[in-house]
Each structure stands twice: as C-alpha cells, then as structure tokens.
C-alpha cells in the first residue's frame, strides 16, 4: 500500500491528512495524485466511496497560491448534497494552508453566495446551474483558473446537466488542468474529454471485491431510539474478541463510546477531531486487546491496518455501498471468518436494498436479541472462560483449595457459583444517545436525484454545513469514554 508521506506532498498539507485519519493512500489516490502534481488532465474511473475528492483535493490544494486572491480551482458536482460534502473534505486538506473554499448550489440565498465570493475563495465548489447564474451575473471570475474537476460526470449527464457544463468550459483559460471522475464512461462523457481535454491519463480502479465470502453478514430492522440497547445486547451475545462499531456522526461515535464504557465495555472512539497522538494511543490499545470495542466514523477508520477484528456493526447504515464494502472488510481477513451486523431504521431500507444489488449478496435478518438472550451469552462465555482456564493454566496450587471446598459443597453448585462470579450479567444502566438525521428518503437511486442546482433542495443531510468560506466547523465536545471491564 501507498503511504501519504511517499508522495512527496508538502509538510503541511500531510499534517492536515494525518488530523483527518488518513495513512494509506486508496488505489484512486494513490494513482491520481502522482499524475495531478505534474499537471496532467486526468480521466479517472472510480465509484463514490473509493476516496475520489481526496485523489483530486489534494494535488489542486497543493497548487493553491495563497497570496493570489482568485479563484484558482473550481470542481463541479451533481447535487448540492455532493457539493457540501466536497467542500468540507477540500476544506479539511487545505486547513494548514488556510484555503478560501465555497460551496454554491441552488436553493441556497443567492445575494449570500455574493457576499462570499467578494471574499475571493481559492476554490469554487458547485452545481453546474448555480455556477453557470454566478457567471453570468460576473459574480463570479475564471480568468486565473488552474484546476478544473468534473466530479461524477456521468450523474451530470444523467440529470441533463451536459449543455450548462459546456456553457462554463467556455469561460476558462483553455491552458488548465482538468480532472473529469466518472463511474462509467458514456460515449457523450467521452466526447467532453476529446473536446475540452489535453491528452488526458486515464485511470481505471474497479471496485474492490464486492462480496467478501468469509463475513457472514446480517442486518436488524430496528427503531433509532432502540438501537443502542439492541446494540449492548448484541455484544453480550457475541462476546467479540475485538469489535468496531461504526457511526454517522463524530457525535455518535463520542456517545456511543461513553455508553458502552458506562455499561462496563472497554470502549474507545476515534474521529477526525482527535489529534494524531490520542488517535495513535488509541489504535494501539485495541490492537493490544486492551480495549473490546472500538467506535469510529468512516473517516477516522479509512486507510488504517487493523487485524483481528471479529465483529463490525454498523451502528448508522452508511450512505453508499462501498462505504459499506470498506467498513466491513475490516473484519474477515488473512482467512478467518467475520461477522458484519447492520442497524437499518425502517425508512433506511432503501439503502439496505441497494447494497444488496450492489454486493450481489442478500444480508439476512437478524431479530434483535433479548435481555435473557443476552444472559445466556455472558453465560456461555463464562463456561468458555473457565473450559479455557482449566486447559491453559497450571492449577495444581489451587487443587488442594478445590478438594476443600468438594468436601463442604456440592461439586454442581460449586460450579454453578463460579460460573455466577465470573458471567457479566447484562447491564440495564440508563443511557441517552442523541438522535440524528435518518438518511433521506428516496424511490429507487441511493442518491437522491432529486436535488439539483436548477430548483431548491428538499433533502438536507443531517449535520452538514450549508458550505461557507474560509470558515470553521463546529467541533463535537470529545468525551474520555475509557473505563473498567468490570464483573456483575
């Protein structure tokens, strides 16, 4: 695997990837980057979740001259959903270097756009109609463009967005980089490329295997405000060797590692927030089996090597299927078989159908376990501690002890109370998690398609910043949520 440090990228914008979690750089980056510092056009072939904006952010952040107060790179995305979440991750890369990033889309105030761009953002970020309006009201210049991204050209065509495209080429210095990234590669896709395009390098990443034959996966139809007892229970029933449970938000994964810890886990969360020591210190003790579960957003998680995880769940079902496909082949690996469990709200099935068409695999349900399911796990993992203790130890200081006891007590219920002593019982403590925005509700694209520059936005993700300049993101409070293993 690539490693960020190995592409020769400037200190400071490896310290912005190394706060986001990043170590290994993903195929598409890994190829993309390289080719993107020399200058070159680009068509890459990837899917959404295979680290695409990373792959054209940071070589566009590297080139960004501060002192220059023009737009210098401009990336134009389908939906304004897509649009915010380019912004953030742009805005994240270019924090050392403090680079103005602006999303503009529709449905958004437009005079406040103005007011922004009289700021001079470095980089533009946008639907194809909002940018095209900035245009040709002059609010917005391309005469200092160096780095032109078309990101997920394909669902631009798709929405009929071809001729607005074409309108905003016409405004750009034609001595440019451009990078055009497309699921697949249509022949009008390829037409653009041949027009506006100056021998391009094409990059191809498939989708990694997108079904892993040694995880046995499973989903459960569950009510948010359920989720997290059917979650401790789970637990209780498996008894993982080693966990990671995935979640939405940094303030989920902040909760959810408090919770458990409250319950007696030893849990521990990473998110983009942490900074690299803590992050560090904390991977180093789930590896060391110091902690059972470890909590994490799918930034914080991306790009790490860790082994030995039995059991992932998805606490939130993510928002694409190879989000999924890479939270789940965290387990299942050198071999072993992994068990992957997701949490889906009933409005979210959806989104369950098409990581099924897209894994080519049906998840089976799995009914939520009850508070005497989960005794009897903690149960038969006492039974499995003890069998282990008795094969592995040496307890011939302890056998004269034992025959003592024999003497007074029967040897089952001698048994039976150790058995008692050493089983967690389930653990009931009160717990509150903050409820967050389902994912949005649609017909029959994982995406909303529904959203697009030329009419207002009905589908808000919850949490996201409406995009801003160079401006700053709220910060979850972080929370210690290390405690002790303890034994009912």
Request: aromatic share 6%; glycine share 6%; hydrophobic share 35%.
């Given at each position: 695997?690539t490693?960020?440090?190995?592409?020769?990228?400037?200190?400071?914008?490896?310290k912005?990837?190394d706060?986001m979690?990043?170590e290994?750089?993903?195929?598409?980056?890994?190829?993309?980057?390289?080719?993107?510092?020399?200058?070159?056009?680009?068509?890459?072939?990837?899917?959404?979740?295979?680290?695409?904006?990373?792959?054209?952010?940071?070589?566009?952040?590297?080139?960004?001259?501060t002192n220059n107060?023009?737009?210098?790179?401009l990336?134009?995305a389908?939906?304004?959903e897509l649009?915010?979440?380019?912004?953030?991750e742009?805005?994240k890369?270019g924090?050392?270097?403090?680079v103005?990033?602006?999303?503009v889309?529709?449905?958004?105030?437009?005079?406040?756009?103005?007011?922004?761009?009289?700021?001079?953002?470095?980089?533009?970020?946008g639907?194809?109609g909002?940018?095209l309006?900035h245009?040709?009201r002059k609010?917005?210049?391309?005469d200092?463009?160096?780095?032109?991204?078309l990101?997920e050209?394909?669902?631009?065509?798709?929405?009929?967005?071809?001729?607005?495209?074409?309108?905003?080429l016409?405004?750009m210095p034609?001595?440019?980089?451009?990078?055009?990234?497309s699921?697949?590669?249509?022949k009008?896709?390829r037409?653009i490329?041949?027009?506006?395009?100056?021998?391009?390098v094409t990059?191809?990443?498939?989708?990694?295997?997108?079904?892993?034959?040694?995880?046995?996966?499973?989903?459960?139809?569950?009510?948010?405000?359920?989720?997290?007892?059917?979650?401790?229970?789970?637990?209780?029933?498996?008894?993982?060797?080693l966990?990671i449970i995935?979640g939405?938000?940094k303030?989920?994964v902040?909760?959810?590692?408090?919770?458990?810890?409250?319950r007696?886990?030893?849990?521990?969360g990473?998110?983009?927030?942490?900074?690299?020591?803590?992050?560090?210190?904390v991977?180093?003790?789930?590896?060391?089996?110091?902690?059972d579960?470890l909590?994490?957003?799918d930034?914080?998680?991306?790009g790490?090597?860790?082994?030995?995880?039995?059991h992932?769940?998805?606490?939130?079902?993510?928002?694409?299927?190879e989000?999924?496909?890479?939270r789940?082949?965290?387990?299942?690996?050198?071999?072993?078989?992994?068990?992957?469990?997701?949490?889906v709200?009933?409005r979210?099935?959806?989104?369950?159908?098409?990581?099924e068409?897209t894994?080519?695999k049906?998840?089976?349900?799995?009914?939520?376990?009850?508070?005497d399911d989960?005794?009897v796990?903690?149960q038969?993992?006492?039974?499995?501690?003890l069998?282990?203790?008795?094969?592995?130890?040496?307890?011939?200081q302890?056998k004269?002890?034992a025959?003592g006891?024999?003497?007074?007590?029967d040897a089952?219920q001698?048994?039976a109370?150790a058995l008692?002593?050493i089983t967690?019982?389930?653990?009931?403590?009160?717990?509150?998690?903050?409820n967050?925005?389902?994912?949005?509700q649609?017909?029959?694209?994982?995406?909303?398609k529904?959203?697009?520059?030329?009419?207002?936005?009905?589908?808000?993700?919850?949490?996201r910043?409406s995009?801003?300049?160079?401006?700053?993101y709220?910060?979850?409070?972080?929370?210690?949520?290390?405690?002790?293993?303890t034994?009912?």
């Open positions: 695997m490693k960020f440090k190995d592409l020769n990228l400037s200190e400071t914008t490896l912005a990837i706060k979690g990043f290994e750089a993903t195929p598409i980056q890994a190829q993309t980057i390289p080719a993107g510092l020399e200058g070159k056009d680009i068509i890459g072939q990837a899917q959404t979740g295979t680290g695409k904006t990373t792959a054209f952010g940071v070589p566009m952040i590297e080139k960004i001259d107060h023009t737009v210098q790179g990336v134009i389908p939906t304004r649009a915010i979440q380019v912004s953030e742009l805005y890369i924090s050392g270097k403090r103005g990033i602006l999303a889309y529709g449905g958004q105030d437009i005079q406040r756009q103005i007011r922004a761009l009289k700021k001079r953002p470095h980089i533009i970020v639907t194809p909002r940018i309006d245009i040709n609010t917005l210049k391309l200092s463009l160096q780095t032109l991204v990101d050209a394909d669902e631009m065509l798709n929405m009929g967005f071809i001729q607005d495209i074409e309108a905003i016409s405004h034609a001595e440019r980089q451009t990078l055009l990234f699921a697949t590669m249509p009008q896709i037409a490329a041949e027009r506006f395009m100056n021998d391009p990059i191809r990443v498939k989708t990694k295997e997108m079904t892993v034959s040694n995880i046995e996966q499973y989903y459960v139809k569950v009510h948010q405000r359920d989720k997290f007892d059917v979650l401790s229970r789970l637990i209780d029933v498996h008894s993982p060797e966990a995935f939405r938000t303030r989920r902040d909760e959810l590692a408090n919770a458990l810890s409250l007696g886990y030893q849990a521990e990473i998110h983009g927030d942490l900074t690299q020591a803590k992050r560090l210190t991977l180093k003790r789930f590896k060391e089996g110091k902690i579960v909590v994490a957003t930034v914080a998680a991306r790490l090597d860790i082994s030995g995880v039995t992932v769940y998805n606490y939130d079902i993510p928002q694409d299927p989000s999924y496909v890479h789940i082949g965290r387990t299942g690996r050198a071999g072993k078989e992994g068990v992957a469990i997701t949490f709200e009933p979210e099935m959806s989104y369950l159908k098409e990581v068409r894994t080519k049906k998840m089976s349900p799995m009914a939520a376990p009850t508070w989960a005794l796990g903690q038969q993992a006492a039974v499995n501690e069998e282990e203790s008795v094969a592995k130890n040496d307890l011939s302890y004269a002890l025959k006891l024999l003497d007074q007590y089952e001698l048994v109370a008692k002593l967690k019982e389930p653990d009931r403590t009160p717990i509150h998690i903050t967050e925005s389902s994912l949005p649609k017909k029959d694209k994982f995406r909303s529904n959203s697009s520059s030329k009419k207002p936005y009905g589908n808000r993700q919850g949490g910043s995009g801003g300049g160079n401006r700053s709220n910060r979850d409070r972080k929370s210690n949520p290390r405690r002790k293993h034994s009912q």
